[in-house]
């Protein structure tokens, strides 16, 4: 049964706001605007056939049966400082609250010289040229109603411009914050642009917090694209209250020579989406994307990738680890697509899963679409409980049950967080796995 | 009173009986060698005393300084100074070698009462304890033995008996996968942990490691129980014999 799209109020306003929107007046951006929500009504919101949504429509139904409220609509939340949620981190900051921009939270001052960071609505108003053809340019909106829905309404958000050549000495932090400023339940889209130039080196931290006990929605959509030789470190760290939808979009288009290394970390919240798509469109181009969850209490946390090697010589690979305790939930979908002709692939992806409880549940569905006769490809997924054999061996060092049990789920989640390169970053999401078992301790 | 004290203890696994009446008096400050041929319970008997899941504990029991260990879990025993060193031990991938090290050693404090140990008094503990038995300190960093070999592995599980200064300590079969450098090495590790108060239940298949450690006692263990026990020339004499005799009479 599909969901009657007059019943989903954003649909409605949306419709109605393309105008007063920033950049309102610029025929490409409406064109693009009316294209993304057109594609979201035709595809309504994800349901029992759509394929890419298959393990987690239903978790996502609750969207439409609720009024969420564009932030737009909801008014301004307001936000005095940084919510210790978030991770304590030093480097170039910058804040999207509700999706749009917060001057008094961000710092952006001791940005380098070939780097640029812009709050979108700002470039629209003042220099929309230098955005026509490169925002919306990689998102797609088949079997991706979320990111279309989110397109149709995109406003403001983090542009990121780096010179060819460009090093970023230290990492620059992208921070979006949700928050419901009334009793509505709102909806935001923070959109993020990256444009990493050929030859340039930078790290990016992107946190998503959602604050409050009303429910939030958040529809990020980023678009990257990894111009030659440029190296791109990406590392998303998701850390919700209980009551948070997120249901995240990433297009990624890497050119020759170019790496892409991307991490994320997946924390809290009701249900979380995590859809990356990446293009390796040139030569000796490389993708990694590695990742940790856990979910707990009710929990849903979805994680589907397409790999799409579209020439020869590239490389890729996946590595993903979740943690499911009491009724969580996981989900893995891998594709890995070798095109016709992208000989000498090297296409890895990796899922382990640990059930912590007899309730849990985990859906891997691994997928290669090979074309190509040369290439080195592989898939694997392992799903299991605790290791009687190392719980032994703790125990038998003197560590009680607990604390076994959690050094082990940590140690489990930290071999591949020790995948995260920058020390500071790492530093910070190990942080985050321990406070996430400590807190789980409190409860049990 | 003896250290150790395990009276007519039967066992069995899945119903099936493995220990068939085990009696065995270990005094403080001895070392006892228990050796037998394959597959007759040695191992059973240690993962028993230190209170490995699994194992049905039917008739008889163990005492610990006179006093029956059998409610205690696996972690009571260690805190309480039972050490056992494993045959095989395991990899624990994302768990740092100094990581355990300092859990371990934390909750043997807080069993004792104490605080947790000084950041920089648990560094200098461990790099010299880690020196005398030649591991690098980059093996500390690494995860808990993940990618060591076979001698790497059982000098780790030596560092860690070093470390906790178990009261008790038994070794399964250390001696299996070692070269003769390992060997050695393990061997003066064990050693210098001997100490008139410190007992050792060392647990092999071959004479060769006991060349290095010497026994009080040594115990021949076979179908389930201890069937003779002498001084260290009953080990040469196996050496020489075999274990063929016992083998047909159990």
Redesign the interface.
């Known amino acids: 049964m599909s969901v009657v799209l007059s019943e989903i109020p954003v649909v409605t306003a949306a419709t109605g706001l393309s105008p007063v929107l920033p950049g309102g007046h610029l025929p490409w951006l409406t064109g693009l605007r009316q294209a993304a929500l057109a594609a979201f009504q035709q595809q309504g919101l994800p349901h029992r056939r759509t394929e890419a949504f298959k393990y987690s429509f239903a978790a996502l139904g609750v969207v439409g049966k609720l009024d969420f409220v564009p932030a737009l609509i909801a008014g301004d939340a307001t936000l005095e400082a940084l919510p210790a949620a978030l991770p304590a981190f030093d480097g170039h900051k910058v804040v999207l609250l509700n999706g749009s921009y917060a001057p008094h939270l961000s710092d952006r001052a001791a940005l380098p010289a070939g780097v640029e960071v812009q709050p979108l609505a700002s470039l629209l108003a003042r220099q929309p040229e230098r955005l026509e053809g490169l925002l919306g340019s990689l998102v797609q909106y088949d079997e991706q109603p979320f990111a279309a829905l989110a397109s149709g309404l995109v406003d403001d958000g983090v542009v990121v411009l780096l010179e060819a050549g460009t090093v970023i000495d230290r990492p620059l932090h992208i921070v979006s914050i949700t928050l419901t400023p009334g009793d509505a339940p709102v909806m935001a889209q923070p959109r993020l642009l990256i444009k990493a130039g050929a030859g340039s080196t930078a790290t990016i931290l992107e946190s998503h917090v959602a604050l409050g006990e009303t429910e939030t929605l958040s529809l990020p959509v980023a678009e990257i694209l990894v111009e030659p030789n440029a190296r791109l470190t990406h590392v998303k760290v998701r850390n919700d209250t209980a009551r948070a939808l997120h249901v995240a979009s990433r297009t990624v288009k890497v050119l020759a020579g170019g790496i892409y290394q991307a991490f994320a970390l997946s924390l809290g919240g009701a249900v979380a989406r995590d859809d990356i798509a990446v293009e390796l469109a040139g030569e000796q181009a490389e993708a990694h994307l590695n990742g940790a969850y856990a979910a707990r209490d009710y929990q849903h946390m979805d994680t589907t990738i397409h790999m799409d090697h579209a020439v020869p010589n590239g490389r890729s690979s996946q590595v993903y680890k979740g943690v499911l305790a009491d009724h969580g939930r996981g989900v893995f979908q891998g594709k890995v697509t070798v095109r016709k002709g992208a000989q000498h692939t090297d296409g890895q992806q990796l899922h382990k899963a640990l059930l912590l409880s007899e309730s849990a549940e985990v859906d891997v569905k691994p997928e290669l679409k090979i074309y190509a006769d040369d290439v080195t490809c592989s898939h694997g997924a392992a799903c299991g409980e605790l290791?009687?054999?190392?719980l032994?061996?703790?125990?038998?060092?003197?560590?009680?049950?607990a604390?076994?049990r959690d050094?082990?789920i940590?140690?489990?989640?930290?071999?591949?967080v020790?995948q995260v390169e920058n020390d500071a970053i790492r530093t910070v999401l190990a942080g985050l796995v321990r406070a996430w078992l400590d807190a789980r301790q409190e409860v049990a | 009173m003896a250290l150790i004290e395990i009276q007519n203890l039967h066992a069995s696994v899945d119903g099936k009986e493995i220990l068939k009446g085990v009696d065995l008096v270990i005094e403080p400050g001895t070392v006892h060698a228990l050796m037998g041929p394959n597959g007759t319970g040695k191992s059973t008997l240690s993962n028993i005393i230190s209170g490995r899941p699994g194992y049905q504990v039917t008739e008889g029991r163990i005492l610990l300084n006179g006093e029956d260990i059998a409610d205690m879990e696996p972690d009571q025993r260690a805190n309480a100074g039972i050490f056992l060193a494993f045959q095989y031990p395991v990899e624990i991938p994302g768990v740092a070698s100094s990581t355990f090290l300092k859990a371990a050693i934390n909750a043997k404090r807080r069993f004792q009462g104490l605080g947790e140990i000084d950041a920089m008094e648990f560094l200098k503990l461990v790099k010299g304890k880690a020196k005398e038995l030649g591991i690098r300190d980059d093996m500390l960093k690494r995860p808990v033995n993940v990618g060591f070999s076979g001698g790497e592995k059982k000098r780790a599980d030596i560092l860690q008996m070093a470390l906790l200064q178990p009261q008790f300590a038994i070794l399964d079969e250390t001696d299996s996968g070692l070269d003769i450098d390992a060997l050695r090495v393990v061997s003066e590790g064990v050693n210098s942990l001997r100490t008139a108060d410190r007992s050792f239940l060392v647990i092999t298949h071959y004479q060769r490691l006991l060349s290095y450690i010497v026994p009080d006692v040594v115990h021949v263990f076979a179908g389930g129980k201890i069937v003779r026990s002498g001084g260290p020339e009953l080990a040469e004499e196996l050496e020489a014999k075999g274990y063929a005799d016992y083998v047909s009479a159990a």
């Open positions: 290791d009687d054999e190392a032994f061996y703790l125990r038998a060092r003197g560590l009680d049950e604390t076994a050094l082990l940590e140690g489990f989640l930290d071999d591949v020790e």
